[in-house]
Antibody, heavy 121, light 110 residues
Framework: EVQLLESGGGLVQPGGSLRLSCAASGFTFSNYAMNWVRQAPGKGLEWISGISGSGGSTYYADSVKGRFTISRDNSKNTLYLQMNSLRAEDTAVYHC??????????????WGQGTLVTVSS | QSVLTQPPSASGTPGQRVTISCSGSSSNIGSNPVNWYQQFPGTAPKLLIYTNNQRPSGVPDRFSGSKSGTSASLAISGLQSEDEADYYCAAWDDSLNGQVFGGGTKLTVL
């Protein structure tokens, strides 16, 4: 059974940084793209970043480009999201989610339960 | 403003058939598969339909998807109270080089 467990969320001040982690199990991690998708309180889903299975290709939404960095450690079956220059509008639940192939072009399944990031002074 | 356009709400009575539309453009729905996700309050989204019209194992055949040109739709037949949830369409966008989602449709079973 595929399991995705996010950690690292919390309260951070505007302009601050945070690193999210996602521990994956139940599948051959390096064979699959991974994604981060967030959901602001009461709002819809927003894909923010994806990474290929090897980690050699990364993709970002314009809303986070230049501020967030996605990475992975295939030896540890772990996905990361380094978030810098955080803004109030980054407040959301951040979900780690598995892609269906080596690149994040296709369906996202399954999703982790998410970790809450709150940006506030 | 979401790249894919969905109606914010839909409703139906038990047993009815409801459809939820998803409108995009040539760079997303027009050239890539559409996927649909179901989300209950306080839970993670779940894949409901993939590659336009395929159901993952365990998804009832009451749920079906279709795509034509730059639009897609999700149909739910034999509506049940447990279908009350938020539904999102999504596709890869070749211009944005990323996944794009619809704004979501809240389905109410009256």
């Amino acid at each position: 059974e595929v399991q995705l467990l996010e950690s690292g969320g919390g309260l951070v001040q505007p302009g601050g940084s945070l690193r999210l982690s996602c521990a994956a199990s139940g599948f051959t991690f390096s064979n699959y793209a991974m994604n981060w998708v967030r959901q602001a309180p009461g709002k819809g889903l927003e894909w923010i970043s994806g990474i290929s299975g090897s980690g050699g290709s990364t993709y970002y939404a314009d809303s986070v480009k230049g501020r967030f960095t996605i990475s992975r450690d295939n030896s540890k079956n772990t996905l990361y999201l380094q978030m810098n220059s955080l803004r109030a509008e980054d407040t959301a639940v951040y979900h780690c989610a598995k892609g269906s192939g080596n690149y994040p072009y296709n369906r996202i399944d399954p999703w982790g339960q998410g970790t809450l990031v709150t940006v506030s002074s | 403003q979401s790249v894919l356009t969905q109606p914010p709400s839909a409703s139906g009575t038990p047993g009815q058939r409801v459809t939820i539309s998803c409108s995009g453009s040539s760079s997303n729905i027009g050239s890539n598969p559409v996927n649909w996700y179901q989300q209950f309050p306080g839970t993670a989204p779940k894949l409901l339909i993939y590659t336009n019209n395929q159901r993952p194992s365990g998804v009832p055949d009451r749920f079906s998807g279709s795509k034509s040109g730059t639009s897609a739709s999700l149909a739910i037949s034999g509506l049940q109270s447990e279908d009350e949830a938020d539904y999102y369409c999504a596709a890869w966008d070749d211009s944005l080089n990323g996944q794009v989602f619809g704004g979501g449709t809240k389905l109410t079973v009256l």
